[in-house]
């Protein structure tokens, strides 16, 4: 039986050092970036500094979807 994307997640968090890693990091800029929102004006630094965490929050999630689409792939394979 084929394991759910939260399945999957969690037993990743479990075994991959390198997953935990981005998974922490992931959340740490999603705290910064909600913390931003919440602001009424953002200056022109805290601006960029949005952008800058928006970019690194996709990269973060790119290189996750990376190692799940791996581990499915050798899972499958196994």
């Known amino acids: 039986m084929e394991m759910s994307l939260l399945e ?12 935990s890693r981005l998974v922490r990091e992931h959340a740490d800029y999603e705290r ?15 601006q960029m500094q949005e952008i ?10 790119d290189q996750m979807e ?7 792939k050798e899972s499958i394979l196994s």
């Open 8 to 19: 999957v997640k969690n037993h990743l968090m479990a075994i991959d050092d390198e997953f």
């Open 32 to 46: 910064q970036l909600q913390t931003l929102a919440s602001r009424p004006f953002l200056t022109e630094d805290e």
């Open 52 to 61: 800058n965490l928006k970019k690194r929050k996709l990269s973060l999630k």
């Open 66 to 72: 990376r190692i799940i689409q791996k581990y499915k």
